[in-house]
Protein backbone atom coordinates (compact mmCIF):
# COMPACT_ATOMS: atom_id res chain seq x y z
CA UNK A 1 0.00 0.00 0.00
CA UNK A 2 0.88 3.77 -0.42
CA UNK A 3 1.78 3.96 -3.38
CA UNK A 4 2.30 7.32 -5.15
CA UNK A 5 2.81 8.02 -9.28
CA UNK A 6 3.83 10.83 -10.60
CA UNK A 7 3.52 11.52 -14.55
CA UNK A 8 5.01 12.12 -17.03
CA UNK A 9 8.28 11.20 -15.57
CA UNK A 10 10.24 13.07 -17.56
CA UNK A 11 9.75 16.53 -19.83
CA UNK A 12 11.63 18.39 -22.24
CA UNK A 13 10.08 21.78 -22.93
CA UNK A 14 10.51 25.11 -25.03
CA UNK A 15 11.24 28.03 -22.68
CA UNK A 16 8.15 29.73 -22.58
CA UNK A 17 5.73 27.49 -22.48
CA UNK A 18 3.54 25.28 -19.66
CA UNK A 19 4.24 22.05 -17.99
CA UNK A 20 2.17 20.17 -16.23
CA UNK A 21 3.21 17.42 -13.63
CA UNK A 22 0.72 14.89 -12.06
CA UNK A 23 0.81 13.06 -8.56
CA UNK A 24 -1.51 10.53 -7.96
CA UNK A 25 -2.16 8.20 -4.82
CA UNK A 26 -2.88 4.88 -6.10
CA UNK A 27 -4.30 2.78 -3.14
CA UNK A 28 -5.56 5.64 -0.55
CA UNK A 29 -6.91 9.14 -0.18
CA UNK A 30 -4.72 12.05 0.31
CA UNK A 31 -6.18 14.73 2.07
CA UNK A 32 -2.55 16.42 1.86
CA UNK A 33 -0.24 16.57 -1.00
CA UNK A 34 3.49 17.80 -1.09
CA UNK A 35 5.41 18.65 -3.77
CA UNK A 36 9.40 19.24 -3.80
CA UNK A 37 11.78 20.41 -6.08
CA UNK A 38 15.30 18.78 -5.96
CA UNK A 39 18.26 20.22 -7.66
CA UNK A 40 21.74 17.97 -8.29
CA UNK A 41 23.25 16.62 -4.87
CA UNK A 42 20.77 18.50 -2.32
CA UNK A 43 18.15 17.93 -0.45
CA UNK A 44 14.90 18.09 -1.04
CA UNK A 45 12.91 21.92 -1.22
CA UNK A 46 9.58 21.94 -0.17
CA UNK A 47 7.73 23.99 -2.40
CA UNK A 48 4.15 23.78 -1.00
CA UNK A 49 1.66 22.06 0.81
CA UNK A 50 -1.55 20.94 -1.14
CA UNK A 51 -4.89 19.99 0.72
CA UNK A 52 -7.94 18.32 -1.40
CA UNK A 53 -10.64 21.44 -1.91
CA UNK A 54 -8.58 24.72 -0.88
CA UNK A 55 -5.68 26.64 -2.00
CA UNK A 56 -2.03 25.39 -1.66
CA UNK A 57 -0.04 27.37 0.76
CA UNK A 58 3.63 27.80 -0.73
CA UNK A 59 6.56 28.64 1.20
CA UNK A 60 8.44 31.32 0.87
CA UNK A 61 10.38 32.60 -2.02
CA UNK A 62 8.00 30.12 -4.22
CA UNK A 63 5.66 32.14 -6.30
CA UNK A 64 2.45 31.35 -6.60
CA UNK A 65 1.47 32.42 -10.08
CA UNK A 66 4.25 30.47 -11.84
CA UNK A 67 3.77 26.88 -9.59
CA UNK A 68 0.03 26.48 -10.41
CA UNK A 69 -1.01 23.67 -7.78
CA UNK A 70 -4.50 21.76 -7.87
CA UNK A 71 -5.48 19.20 -5.66
CA UNK A 72 -9.01 18.38 -7.11
CA UNK A 73 -9.76 15.34 -5.60
CA UNK A 74 -8.19 12.82 -2.97
CA UNK A 75 -6.00 11.25 -5.14
CA UNK A 76 -5.03 13.88 -7.52
CA UNK A 77 -2.76 16.86 -7.04
CA UNK A 78 -1.17 19.05 -10.50
CA UNK A 79 1.75 21.22 -10.19
CA UNK A 80 2.08 23.49 -13.47
CA UNK A 81 5.00 25.26 -13.95
CA UNK A 82 3.88 28.22 -15.92
CA UNK A 83 5.69 30.08 -18.68
CA UNK A 84 8.85 27.44 -18.00
CA UNK A 85 12.49 28.98 -18.17
CA UNK A 86 15.73 26.90 -18.08
CA UNK A 87 16.37 27.94 -14.37
CA UNK A 88 13.11 25.89 -14.01
CA UNK A 89 14.61 22.85 -14.77
CA UNK A 90 14.89 20.71 -11.98
CA UNK A 91 13.67 17.51 -10.22
CA UNK A 92 9.96 17.85 -9.28
CA UNK A 93 9.03 15.38 -6.19
CA UNK A 94 5.33 15.08 -4.89
CA UNK A 95 4.33 13.43 -2.00
CA UNK A 96 1.27 12.13 -0.21
CA UNK A 97 0.04 12.13 3.67
CA UNK A 98 -1.29 8.44 3.92
CA UNK A 99 -3.40 8.84 7.28
CA UNK A 100 -4.87 5.86 7.35
CA UNK A 101 -5.35 4.19 10.88
CA UNK A 102 -2.73 1.81 11.68
CA UNK A 103 -0.46 3.06 9.38
CA UNK A 104 2.27 5.19 10.30
CA UNK A 105 0.93 8.40 9.33
CA UNK A 106 3.69 10.10 7.06
CA UNK A 107 4.93 10.79 3.63
CA UNK A 108 5.19 8.64 0.84
CA UNK A 109 7.00 10.01 -2.11
CA UNK A 110 6.39 9.97 -5.25
CA UNK A 111 9.09 8.51 -8.20
CA UNK A 112 9.69 12.12 -9.66
CA UNK A 113 9.47 14.30 -12.64
CA UNK A 114 12.68 15.73 -14.19
CA UNK A 115 11.98 18.72 -16.27
CA UNK A 116 14.47 20.17 -18.54
CA UNK A 117 13.43 23.47 -20.20
CA UNK A 118 15.67 24.12 -23.29
CA UNK B 1 22.46 27.04 11.68
CA UNK B 2 19.99 24.51 9.80
CA UNK B 3 17.45 22.78 11.41
CA UNK B 4 18.82 19.15 10.61
CA UNK B 5 22.84 18.47 10.27
CA UNK B 6 23.79 16.08 8.03
CA UNK B 7 27.15 14.95 6.67
CA UNK B 8 26.86 14.62 2.56
CA UNK B 9 29.71 11.77 2.28
CA UNK B 10 30.33 10.21 -0.23
CA UNK B 11 30.97 7.17 1.92
CA UNK B 12 32.21 4.07 0.42
CA UNK B 13 32.08 0.93 2.12
CA UNK B 14 33.21 -2.84 0.82
CA UNK B 15 30.47 -4.88 0.68
CA UNK B 16 29.37 -6.84 4.05
CA UNK B 17 30.10 -3.49 6.30
CA UNK B 18 27.99 -1.76 8.55
CA UNK B 19 27.25 1.45 7.94
CA UNK B 20 26.44 4.04 10.26
CA UNK B 21 24.90 6.80 8.62
CA UNK B 22 23.74 9.98 11.81
CA UNK B 23 21.83 13.77 11.88
CA UNK B 24 21.84 16.05 13.71
CA UNK B 25 19.83 18.46 15.19
CA UNK B 26 18.48 21.79 16.58
CA UNK B 27 15.11 22.07 17.69
CA UNK B 28 14.67 19.29 20.43
CA UNK B 29 10.65 20.14 19.58
CA UNK B 30 10.86 16.99 17.04
CA UNK B 31 9.38 14.09 17.93
CA UNK B 32 9.07 11.58 14.98
CA UNK B 33 12.30 10.80 13.38
CA UNK B 34 12.34 8.93 9.30
CA UNK B 35 14.64 7.62 7.19
CA UNK B 36 14.50 7.56 3.44
CA UNK B 37 16.20 5.78 0.73
CA UNK B 38 16.53 7.91 -2.47
CA UNK B 39 18.40 5.69 -5.83
CA UNK B 40 19.30 8.00 -8.05
CA UNK B 41 16.71 10.11 -10.54
CA UNK B 42 14.34 7.86 -8.46
CA UNK B 43 11.92 10.01 -5.22
CA UNK B 44 12.90 9.20 -1.83
CA UNK B 45 11.60 5.39 -0.24
CA UNK B 46 10.37 5.24 3.31
CA UNK B 47 12.90 2.53 5.05
CA UNK B 48 12.15 3.79 8.74
CA UNK B 49 9.88 5.22 11.28
CA UNK B 50 10.68 6.77 14.75
CA UNK B 51 8.61 8.12 17.52
CA UNK B 52 10.66 9.59 20.26
CA UNK B 53 13.64 8.10 21.53
CA UNK B 54 14.65 4.31 21.38
CA UNK B 55 15.88 1.54 18.40
CA UNK B 56 13.71 0.34 15.40
CA UNK B 57 14.94 -2.72 13.87
CA UNK B 58 13.65 -3.62 10.43
CA UNK B 59 16.09 -6.56 8.82
CA UNK B 60 19.11 -5.38 7.98
CA UNK B 61 18.69 -1.56 9.34
CA UNK B 62 18.66 -0.06 12.54
CA UNK B 63 16.91 3.13 13.53
CA UNK B 64 18.02 4.75 17.16
CA UNK B 65 16.96 7.80 18.40
CA UNK B 66 19.30 10.05 21.02
CA UNK B 67 16.65 12.93 21.85
CA UNK B 68 19.08 13.98 24.94
CA UNK B 69 21.97 14.46 22.42
CA UNK B 70 19.92 15.63 19.61
CA UNK B 71 20.80 12.41 17.09
CA UNK B 72 19.87 9.63 15.02
CA UNK B 73 21.44 7.07 13.50
CA UNK B 74 20.29 4.38 10.77
CA UNK B 75 22.81 1.26 10.59
CA UNK B 76 23.10 -1.05 7.97
CA UNK B 77 24.40 -4.40 8.87
CA UNK B 78 25.55 -6.83 6.08
CA UNK B 79 25.50 -3.72 3.38
CA UNK B 80 24.94 -4.78 -0.14
CA UNK B 81 25.65 -3.06 -3.53
CA UNK B 82 22.00 -2.42 -4.03
CA UNK B 83 22.06 -0.36 -0.90
CA UNK B 84 24.32 2.00 -2.76
CA UNK B 85 21.88 4.98 -2.23
CA UNK B 86 21.43 8.51 -0.89
CA UNK B 87 19.64 8.31 2.58
CA UNK B 88 17.93 10.81 3.89
CA UNK B 89 16.59 11.78 7.38
CA UNK B 90 13.35 13.74 8.01
CA UNK B 91 12.27 15.00 11.37
CA UNK B 92 8.48 16.57 12.44
CA UNK B 93 7.22 18.20 14.94
CA UNK B 94 3.86 15.94 14.95
CA UNK B 95 2.14 12.76 13.35
CA UNK B 96 -0.28 15.31 11.14
CA UNK B 97 1.87 14.50 7.91
CA UNK B 98 2.42 18.26 7.39
CA UNK B 99 6.38 19.92 7.22
CA UNK B 100 9.44 18.02 7.34
CA UNK B 101 12.28 18.76 7.77
CA UNK B 102 15.18 16.87 5.73
CA UNK B 103 18.86 16.85 5.86
CA UNK B 104 20.68 16.98 2.45
CA UNK B 105 21.96 13.39 2.31
CA UNK B 106 24.59 11.16 2.53
CA UNK B 107 25.58 9.42 -0.60
CA UNK B 108 26.58 5.80 0.12
CA UNK B 109 28.58 3.54 -2.45
CA UNK B 110 28.96 -0.77 -1.57
CA UNK B 111 31.61 -2.05 -3.34
CA UNK B 112 31.17 -5.79 -4.52
Known amino acids: GAVVSQHPSRVICKSGTSVKIECRSLDFQATTMFWYRQFPKQSLMLMAT?????????EQGVEKDKFLINHASLTLSTLTVTSAHPEDSSFYICSARNPIAGVEDTQYFGPGTRLTVL | QKEVEQDPGPLSVPEGAIVSLNCTYSNSAFQYFMWYRQYSRKGPELLMYTYSSGNKEDGRFTAQVDKSSKYISLFIRDSQPSDSATYLC????????????FGTGTSLTVIP
Open chain 1, 50 to 58: SNEGSKATY
Open chain 2, 90 to 101: AMAYTNTGNQFY
